[in-house]
């Protein structure tokens, strides 16, 4: 499909320039650009399932469900756009599109679309951040950068600053980034998303996310993720944020079902098993989640904060050994993530060996930096160092760390409850 312009019902798309029409850029996921592509190429013949299966998931066996979860991922924009009936499913065989199809080879002299970018860097950017960037500090601090730069020269779409408001979140979730610096961030680009784009379903889900567990407005950030969740039920990620918004409400039995909606959706989502796996240890379930995180794992074998789930069941459950072979696989994967290190210090100190936990401690505090401050808290509890514990949770509280809202809930931070507890629930006040 690379040079070729395709032209259908009033609408022009290209592998470089993606789905327009007079000029103006559609949003389409990459997953469904795919669909689309094929769709094209078929020239109104209906796609059989086995050839989408074979495009879209190469190698995998893949079910009716998510050929109709991307079906449905391609027919929302064309929706949105006044489209909302060209793509035509032939029951029990597949998919086509129903129009006249023109293609011309005319890529290189197009003009860009108004506000579009290259669609391809955009997937560079989102590999880079699945794939490296949440590894290093640095990394996420360049994946970001990167995007800013994109942004800056004008090849700008809601989509992208969305992706930056995420990128943001993460670094503030494991610890490299201050809860209020990564709020200004995701205040500033979901909202550039939102001012092109309204109601761009992953602008507001993070930007509500960010309000509800950073900024304590909780409220109002409960109310923009059920506007996510409403605007598009498929997008996973928005249960996933409104899970660990409900925390904060201490509504944790709703926080479980809500993310286990987000895996019906996106079973492979590693923030989401993470999330799963961590819920059930909070919940106190220890068995439940040392089984949630080894079928996490299993699905998802760089999940490195998964991988710390599992260490801390094992350690509370006094499997020092298995525990300290779990703290330090998850920490192959991450050597540098704060959180990761806390967890290794939380283990050997539970073990006895005081020495190299205080080691582990240093680490995750090196360089000016800090693992979120509940982990923090944990291992000099472990440690025996319920003064320094207690200020590590003041301090969570104090500078909203969005960890703040399981204090109540962590096992390991059973001697501090009724502290926590005269903290409050939230980060501050609605409003």
């Known amino acids: 499909m690379n040079g070729f312009v395709w032209r259908f019902a009033g609408l022009e798309y290209s592998s470089f320039r993606g789905l327009s029409k007079d000029g103006v850029q559609i949003p389409v996921g990459p997953q469904a650009r795919q669909l689309l592509e094929l769709l094209l190429e078929s020239k109104g013949a209906v796609v059989s399932k086995a050839e989408i299966g074979e495009r879209l998931w190469p190698g995998r066996p893949v079910s009716d469900d998510s050929i109709d979860r991307c079906a449905y991922l391609l027919r929302k924009p064309l929706r949105v756009a006044g489209y909302g009936d060209l793509i035509a499913t032939a029951y029990g065989r597949g998919l086509s599109l129903r129009a006249s199809i023109e293609t011309s080879d005319k890529e290189n002299g197009a003009q860009p679309t108004k506000g579009a970018m290259d669609l391809r860097v955009f997937d560079l950017w989102q590999t880079a951040y699945e794939l490296a960037g949440s590894l290093t500090r640095d990394g996420f601090a360049r994946a970001q950068e990167a995007i800013f730069a994109v942004g800056d020269h004008g090849d700008s779409s809601p989509a992208l600053w969305s992706l930056s408001a995420s990128i943001a979140a993460s670094r503030v979730t494991l610890g490299y980034l201050r809860p209020l610096d990564g709020a200004a961030i995701i205040e500033r680009d979901a909202g550039r998303a939102l001012a092109m784009a309204p109601d761009f379903v992953p602008a507001l889900s993070i930007l509500g996310w960010s309000r509800a567990t950073l900024r304590g407005r909780l409220d109002e950030g409960l109310a923009?993720?059920?506007?996510?969740?409403?605007?598009?039920?498929?997008?996973?990620?928005?249960?996933?944020?409104?899970?660990?918004?409900?925390?904060?409400?201490?509504?944790?039995?709703?926080?479980?079902?809500?993310?286990?909606?987000?895996?019906?959706?996106?079973?492979?989502?590693?923030?989401?098993?993470?999330?799963?796996?961590?819920?059930?240890?909070?919940?106190?379930?220890?068995?439940?989640?040392?089984?949630?995180?080894?079928?996490?794992?299993?699905?998802?074998?760089?999940?490195?904060?998964?991988?710390?789930?599992?260490?801390?069941?094992?350690?509370?459950?006094?499997?020092?050994?298995?525990?300290?072979?779990?703290?330090?696989?998850?920490?192959?994967?991450?050597?540098?993530?704060?959180?990761?290190?806390?967890?290794?210090?939380?283990?050997?100190?539970?073990?006895?060996?005081?020495?190299?936990?205080?080691?582990?401690?240093?680490?995750?505090?090196?360089?000016?930096?800090?693992?979120?401050?509940?982990?923090?808290?944990?291992?000099?509890?472990?440690?025996?160092?319920?003064?320094?514990?207690?200020?590590?949770?003041?301090?969570?509280?104090a500078e909203g760390c969005p960890w703040f809202a399981f204090a109540a809930y962590e096992p390991r931070l059973e001697p501090l409850r009724a502290e926590i507890a005269q903290m409050g629930p939230e980060v501050g006040a609605d409003g």
């Open 224 to 397: 923009m993720l059920d506007r996510a969740v409403s605007g598009d039920p498929l997008y996973s990620k928005a249960r996933g944020h409104r899970s660990w918004a409900l925390v904060w409400r201490q509504r944790l039995d709703e926080a479980i079902e809500e993310i286990n909606a987000a895996l019906r959706i996106a079973p492979y989502d590693r923030a989401h098993l993470t999330m799963r796996a961590w819920l059930a240890f909070c919940a106190g379930d220890i068995d439940g989640g040392a089984r949630l995180a080894e079928e996490g794992a299993r699905l998802r074998p760089d999940a490195a904060v998964l991988r710390s789930v599992l260490a801390l069941t094992e350690s509370l459950s006094d499997h020092h050994a298995e525990a300290e072979a779990a703290a330090r696989r998850s920490l192959q994967q991450a050597p540098e993530n704060p959180i990761l290190q806390a967890v290794l210090a939380y283990v050997l100190a539970r073990a006895g060996r005081l020495d190299e936990a205080e080691a582990a401690l240093a680490s995750a505090c090196a360089d000016g930096g800090a693992p979120p401050y509940i982990f923090l808290s944990a291992a000099q509890l472990a440690l025996g160092r319920e003064e320094a514990a207690s200020a590590a949770l003041r301090r969570a509280r």
